[in-house]
């Protein structure tokens, strides 16, 4: 559901390979000025699928689009009905090594900044200040009419307030959190409307078929800009929201570094892929750095 349209994308011959040396993604980090810019694979260890791997939920789920969801009554019920299941899980998810590692290498003023295309919130959760969330969060809800935002854990309140004993049991979880329930399991599943004027809410995301707004991505642009190096964390960058700026990045002679499990879409303008597991591999930089990576932080939302 979020983040924009899928591209037809197959690794091409020749790039490449991937590393399990971390080395050089702990010099550039040691030198500091370090763009992070993440994605679903960061997430997966803290139980969150990712779209794209090999199991990944856009296998066995399409998810809705933006025209869908303001055009169809009955595609917005489905949408809640599912999402607001989802939150349950997501919503007591827990960051991971990876993303502790992340808030760790700030702290030490290593980062520059991080752009995030996850709309979990683990990344502050964890710690880390100041994060863009390229694709929105969905612990907020914005009114399509009137503009207003209101608290995800608001809605949620009200949903199961109008759905008294809603509790189907899911198929399976995707990253935007939504579950995998049948149109029988959705049933007649009340939506709620905005508090303000009766408007149709939408999660404050960016759905497949929907923009980034243009003002987030030039901040975005400009923290490229003023980057010494980019540092891309669990993502395959089949999409061009987050590719744009590995090509920013490469164009303007800046190093790439990409730490992803799978082959991705930047992995030619990358001086190196480090195929590991993102816990793991950050774990290891930290170090490689002498910088602990511990600590638990409370559930979000």
């Not at 939504?178 to 029988?184: I, M, P, R, V």
């Not at 774990?283 to 910088?291: D, E, F, K």
């Given at each position: 559901m979020h983040m924009r349209p899928t591209l037809s994308w197959t690794p091409a011959?020749?790039?490449?390979?991937g590393t399990t040396d971390v080395a050089p993604v702990a010099d550039v980090l040691g030198v500091g000025g370090v763009l992070v810019v993440s994605g679903a694979g960061i997430s997966t260890e803290s139980g969150i699928p990712d779209y794209r791997s090999e199991g990944g939920s856009l296998s066995r789920h399409t998810p809705m689009t933006y025209q869908d969801f303001i055009g169809s009554a009955q595609a917005r019920r489905r949408y809640w009905a599912r999402?607001?299941?989802g939150w349950r899980t997501f919503g007591r998810a827990r960051p991971n090594a990876g993303h502790r590692a992340v808030a760790a290498f700030g702290r030490?003023?290593?980062l520059s900044g991080v752009i995030t295309q996850n709309v979990d919130g683990l990344h502050q959760v964890a710690g880390s200040g100041g994060v863009v969330e390229l694709h929105g969060s969905l612990d907020r809800v914005v009114c399509l009419s009137c503009g207003a935002f209101s608290p995800r854990l608001e809605l949620a309140m009200r949903l199961d307030e109008a759905n008294p004993g809603f509790e189907p049991v899911a198929a399976g979880m995707n990253p935007d959190g939504?579950?995998?329930?049948?149109?029988?399991q959705v049933g007649g599943f009340r939506v709620a409307p905005c508090m303000a004027?009766?408007?149709?809410l939408k999660p404050d995301v960016v759905f497949f078929g929907e923009a980034v707004p243009p003002r987030r991505v030039q901040h975005c642009r400009e923290l490229v800009r003023e980057a010494a190096s980019l540092l891309v964390?669990?993502?395959s960058l089949t999409v061009m929201s987050g590719l744009r700026f590995v090509r920013q990045a490469a164009q303007a002679g800046k190093p790439v570094l990409i730490v992803n499990r799978d082959a991705t879409r930047g992995d030619q303008h990358a001086v190196t892929r480090v195929a590991l597991p993102l816990g793991a591999a950050l774990?290891?930089?930290?170090?490689?750095?002498?910088?602990p990576v511990d600590g638990e932080a409370a559930p979000w939302g």
């Open positions: 011959e020749g790039l490449p390979p999402s607001h299941l030490r003023g290593l939504d579950a995998d329930l049948t149109d029988e004027c009766g408007g149709i964390l669990g993502s774990t290891a930089v930290a170090g490689r750095l002498g910088i």
